[in-house]
């Protein structure tokens, strides 16, 4: 199946600096690259995608950059904030040769830790 | 509105026990999917359905079953609970306009002692 790396699985940064988060996806079929937002105690929650027609998009501090040639895409979060520190998972679609319809692949997550 | 709902929020099993984990959803979604979550392995797919009647396996089946009788429900039961099955349950669902817009409820904390 796709197999999504994610990168680093821990991260710690100063309020106001920012934060980078990276994924690769092995199937250059892939076309959809979510970012998901886990609060503690609560469910993962989408926060900006991508589609491969496209190389970036923002919305206000987040943004989200892909690379479809090295099968890369980033999450960066400029001025973090307090309220920023969450795990972060990346995403991508199963192959078609899976047979799972296309459901999404997660990455391992990434704990961002907005220090005051 | 609710979204996706999932009951119990925590159950604590014991081993051989049956149980099944409830996920209901109001906003008319085709897609429908189940994911556990454990440390250091992300959200990994156990069954989806892309419509009532319709469910497929994902990457970890073993000891679940699913069934999807209405638009809105698609409880996932566990046939005689496993100490491996101990995990968080997400109920996740999207509609076939926006396949991957995956909207989570806000999972079920299972332990099986």
């Known amino acids: 199946g796709e197999n999504v790396e994610q990168h680093p699985s821990t991260l710690s940064v100063q309020e106001g600096d920012s934060a980078v988060i990276k994924c690769t996806y092995s199937d250059s079929a892939s076309n959809y690259f979510p970012w998901y937002k886990q609060e503690l105690g609560k469910g993962p929650q989408l926060i900006i995608d991508?589609?491969?027609?496209?190389g970036e998009k923002k919305d206000q501090r987040i943004a989200v950059t892909l690379n479809k040639t090295a099968k890369h895409f980033s999450l960066h979060i400029t001025e973090t904030q307090p309220e920023d520190s969450a795990v972060y998972f990346c995403?991508?679609?199963?192959?078609?040769?899976?047979?799972?319809?296309?459901?999404?692949?997660f990455g391992s997550g990434t704990q961002l830790t907005v220090l005051p | 509105n609710a979204g996706v709902t999932q009951t119990p929020k925590f159950q604590v099993l014991k081993t051989g026990q049956s149980m099944t984990l409830q996920c209901a959803q109001d906003m008319n979604h085709e897609y429908m999917s189940w994911y556990r979550q454990d440390p250091g392995m992300g959200l990994r797919l156990i069954h989806y359905s892309v419509g009532a009647g319709i469910t497929d396996q994902g990457e970890v089946p073993n000891g679940y079953n699913v069934s999807r009788s209405t638009t809105e429900d698609f409880p996932l039961r566990l046939l005689s609970a496993a100490p491996s099955q101990t995990s968080v349950y997400f109920c996740?669902?999207?509609?076939?306009?926006?396949?991957?817009?995956?909207?989570f409820g806000s999972g079920t904390r299972l332990t099986v002692v």
């Open positions: 991508i589609r491969s027609n496209v």
């Open positions: 995403a991508a679609p199963a192959p078609i040769s899976s047979g799972s319809a296309r459901q999404l692949t």
């Open positions: 996740a669902s999207s509609s076939s306009g926006t396949h991957y817009g995956y909207t």
